[in-house]
C-alpha cells in the first residue's frame, strides 16, 4: 500500500530544507540583536485556552481548529497561532516577575489550521513570531515592527509594504462598535450567516469578511480613527513618528481589522508588493493585545507582537526572484584505491569530521572515476587520493578543485592543510 501525505501539509526534503534553515537562523539572529529570546511552547494546548485566546468569532476558532478528544475525553486543540500559548505560559511561569521587563520573547515552529489549501496557505504551516509583553511604550510598538522588516530585509526582500492602523483603547473601540452596529444593522439580512453572528459579538469582525467584503456597505462602513479619543491618537501619533524616525515607509489603512479578536491600539500587516506574487499577499500581522493576558488569568500586562509564516515567505523570496546565499560545498571527498587504503580512508574520513571539516567518502563501491563524479555532486572543495602506493609513503594526493591544482601532502598535516586552504 502507498501512502500518501495528508492535504495540506508538505515534506521539506533536501535540498529545499537549507532555505528553511538559513531563514531559521536569521530570525535567532536578529531575535539576538533586539534582544528577544527563545521560548517553546506544547504544539496542543487545551482547546479553552483558544476559545479564550483567540477568540471565538474568529475563523481560526470558528472553522479552523484541529480539536480532539484524549483518552482521558479531555478537549485539546493543535496550536493555530503562537500567541495565546506564549502567555498562556507566561502567566504559569510568572515571566512578569523577572526583573527583566518587558519580557520580549520569539518562538518558531509549526501551527495547525483547518484552512482550504491553496498557494500560500497551509494546515500546518511554520511561524515566526515575537511578542513584548509588559510596556506600555509606543516604542516598543515600533520595535516590533522595525523586527519584522529588518529581517525580511536581512534576506533580501525590497517590494515590501507596510500598512498599520489603529484599534484604539477599550473607550474608543465602543464607541466605533456603536457606530458600527448602527452602520450594518438596518441591511444585516444581506449578509452572510457569520457577519449576523459578529453584528452582536464582534461587529468590528465584519470589516474582515472574505465573503461581503464587496458589499457596498463595508466602503462607507464608520472608521476606527474617526472615533479614537485623544489617548489613542495620541499613542498612535507617537509609533508612526517612530517609525518615521527610523526610517520605515508606513501606510495607514483605517480598514484594516486583524483577523484576532483580541487586538487593541496598533495593528499592522506586511505585505509582498512583487509582482506575480498569488493573491494572498500578507506575510506578516501583528498588533497590540493589552486585556489578554488578563483574560487568560495574568496580571494586567499590555502585550504587542507579530506572526508571520515561513511558507509565505518563500513565495515572496520566489516572487522577487531572490537566491539565498546557502553553502553548498563539502570540503572534502577522501578517494581511496585499493584495500588498505580504504581502510585508512575510513580513519582519515573520521579525523576531518573531527577537526571540523564537512567530508564524504564512498560507499558504493564505485570506480575511481565514480568516485570523482559523486564528489562534484557534493561540490567538494577538495579530493584527497589515496591509493595503497601513497599510504605506503604517508601521504596522500590532495586536488583542490576550483583550480585543479595537485599536490602530496603529508597525511598528518592533511586535516591541518585542507583547514588551511578553505
Ligand atoms: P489570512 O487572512 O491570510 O488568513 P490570518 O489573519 O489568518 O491570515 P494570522 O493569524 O495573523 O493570519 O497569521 C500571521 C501570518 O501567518 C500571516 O500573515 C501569514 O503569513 C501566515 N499564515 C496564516 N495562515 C497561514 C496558512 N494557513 N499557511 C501559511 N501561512 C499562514
Ligand atoms: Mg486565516
Redesign the pocket.
Known amino acids: 500500500m502507498a501512502f500518501q501525505i495528508p492535504r495540506g501539509t508538505q515534506d521539506i526534503l533536501p535540498g529545499e530544507v537549507e532555505k528553511w534553515q538559513f531563514i531559521e537562523e536569521k530570525a535567532k539572529d536578529i531575535c539576538r540583536r533586539f534582544q528577544y529570546r527563545e521560548i517553546r511552547t506544547p504544539v496542543f494546548e487545551h482547546t479553552e485556552l483558544f476559545l479564550r485566546g483567540v477568540g471565538d468569532t474568529t475563523d481560526i476558532v470558528q472553522k479552523e481548529m484541529y480539536t480532539f478528544l484524549d483518552r482521558k475525553e479531555r478537549s485539546l486543540t493543535l496550536r493555530p497561532?503562537g500567541t495565546a500559548s506564549v502567555v498562556r505560559s507566561y502567566v504559569e511561569n510568572k515571566l512578569y516577575s523577572d526583573p527583566n521587563q518587558p519580557t520580549k520573547l520569539f518562538y518558531i515552529g509549526p501551527m495547525f489550521?483547518y484552512?482550504r489549501p491553496q498557494q500560500?496557505?497551509?494546515r500546518q504551516?511554520v511561524?515566526f513570531g515575537v511578542e513584548a509583553i509588559g510596556s506600555n511604550d509606543p516604542a516598543i510598538d515600533a520595535e516590533v515592527i522595525s523586527l519584522a522588516i529588518e529581517f525580511y530585509k536581512s534576506l533580501g526582500l525590497k517590494s515590501l509594504k507596510l500598512v498599520i492602523n489603529s484599534l484604539g483603547d477599550r473607550d474608543s473601540r465602543i464607541a466605533h462598535r456603536d457606530a458600527l452596529i448602527r452602520h450594518f444593522e438596518p441591511q444585516i439580512d444581506e449578509f452572510c450567516s457569520d457577519c449576523k453572528e459578529r453584528l452582536e459579538k464582534n461587529p468590528l469582525r465584519i470589516l474582515d469578511c472574505k465573503k461581503d467584503r464587496d458589499h457596498e456597505l463595508m466602503k462607507t462602513a464608520p472608521a476606527i480613527l474617526q472615533y479614537l479619543n485623544d489617548e489613542s491618537s495620541s499613542y498612535f501619533s507617537k509609533v508612526k513618528q517612530y517609525l518615521t524616525d527610523l526610517g520605515i515607509d508606513y501606510v495607514v489603512d483605517s480598514g484594516l481589522v486583524?483577523?484576532?479578536d483580541y487586538y487593541n491600539h496598533t495593528a499592522f500587516e506586511i505585505m509582498s508588493e512583487a509582482k506575480g506574487f498569488g493573491s494572498?499577499t500578507?506575510?506578516?500581522?501583528g498588533g497590540r493585545y493589552n486585556g489578554l493576558v488578563e483574560d487568560i488569568g495574568g496580571p494586567d500586562m499590555p502585550g504587542i507582537g507579530f506572526?508571520?509564516?515561513i511558507?509565505?515567505l518563500l513565495a515572496a523570496l520566489e516572487a522577487e526572484k531572490i537566491q539565498l546565499p546557502l553553502e553548498q560545498s563539502i570540503d572534502c571527498y577522501v578517494v581511496a584505491l585499493g584495500e588498505q587504503a580504504e581502510n585508512r580512508a575510513v580513519t582519515l574520513l573520521h579525523e576531518c569530521r573531527k577537526s571540523g571539516l564537512a567530508a564524504e567518502k564512498d560507499y558504493q563501491n564505485r570506480k575511481l572515476k565514480g568516485q570523482f563524479k559523486a564528489a562534484d555532486r557534493l561540490h567538494a572543495k577538495f579530493v584527497i587520493v589515496m591509493g595503497d602506493d601513497e599510504l605506503q609513503k604517508g601521504v596522500a594526493n590532495v586536488k583542490e578543485m576550483a583550480t585543479g591544482e595537485q599536490l602530496e601532502v603529508s597525511l598528518n598535516e592533511l586535516v591541518s592543510y585542507i583547514q588551511n586552504k578553505s
Do not use: D, N, P
Open positions: 497561532e489550521r484552512e500560500g496557505r497551509y504551516f511561524q486583524r483577523g484576532l494572498i500578507t506575510l506578516c500581522g506572526a508571520l509564516s511558507e509565505r
